[in-house]
Antibody
Framework: DVQLVESGGGLVQPGGSLRLSCAASGFAFGTYWMTWVRQAPGKGREWVATIKEDGSDKYYVDSVKGRFTISRDNAKNSLYLQMNSLRAEDTAVYSC?????????????????WGQGTTVTVSS | EIVMTQSPATLSVSPGERATLSCRASQSVRSHFAWYQQKPGQAPRLLIYRASTRATGVPARFSGSGSGTEFTLTISSLQSEDSAVYFCHQYDNWPPRDTFGQGTKLEI
């Protein structure tokens, strides 16, 4: 089965750090762009970051630039999100998702596989 | 930032009837638009991409339409299993700056 499983969430104090992981299985992980999406309590989903299949290009929402780093290890079929200088407003459920690809130049056509998410709470 | 506004926030429809969900973008996203379904305790499921193309395995009861700034998800012959939150997603920007709608809760 195609699957994404997140881990690494928890309670952290403001200013602290956390590293989220996303374990992929059932598909050729290294050939897909991957994305992190979060949903804060009572709010809509927010795109956080996207990484190219080989890790060479990374994109971030403005609110996390300079604080979060998306990365991947294709040999381990794993996606990561290193979160530093955490703020209360970063509290959310963080989900990883696979960007659907339709061809060589069509690499982001919706997100066709999602994980269940891992909860990050930033509070003192 | 492109703001995605969904309506209504909640929709109650009887089994066998049709539901129409809307999503409006604050500026044109062409057809770089998707709909998702999320049931309680489950991960989101891609229903529609490119505004009107059904994803693999999605029943023909689900149809998407629209382009530019106005999009519609129509679910015909509603079944109890269609109860879920439906949310929209635009992926038009390059470099990526995706945004999502707040979601519509559909009650059957």
């Amino acid at each position: 089965d195609v699957q994404l499983v997140e881990s690494g969430g928890g309670l952290v104090q403001p200013g602290g750090s956390l590293r989220l992981s996303c374990a992929a299985s059932g598909f050729a992980f290294g050939t897909y762009w991957m994305t992190w999406v979060r949903q804060a309590p009572g709010k809509g989903r927010e795109w956080v970051a996207t990484i190219k299949e080989d890790g060479s290009d990374k994109y971030y929402v403005d609110s996390v630039k300079g604080r979060f780093t998306i990365s991947r290890d294709n040999a381990k079929n794993s996606l990561y999100l290193q979160m530093n200088s955490l703020r209360a407003e970063d509290t959310a459920v963080y989900s990883c998702a696979r960007d659907q690809k339709l061809g060589i130049d069509l690499v982001r056509e919706g997100m066709d596989v999602w994980g269940q998410g891992t909860t990050v709470t930033v509070s003192s | 930032e492109i703001v995605m506004t969904q309506s209504p926030a909640t929709l109650s429809v009887s089994p066998g009837e049709r539901a129409t969900l809307s999503c409006r973008a604050s500026q044109s996203v062409r057809s770089h638009f998707a709909w998702y379904q999320q049931k309680p305790g489950q991960a989101p499921r891609l229903l529609i991409y490119r505004a009107s193309t059904r994803a693999t395995g999605v029943p023909a009861r689900f149809s998407g339409s629209g382009s530019g700034t106005e999009f519609t998800l129509t679910i015909s012959s509603l079944q109890s299993e269609d109860s879920a939150v439906y949310f929209c997603h635009q992926y038009d920007n390059w470099p990526p700056r995706d945004t999502f709608g707040q979601g519509t809760k559909l009650e059957i």
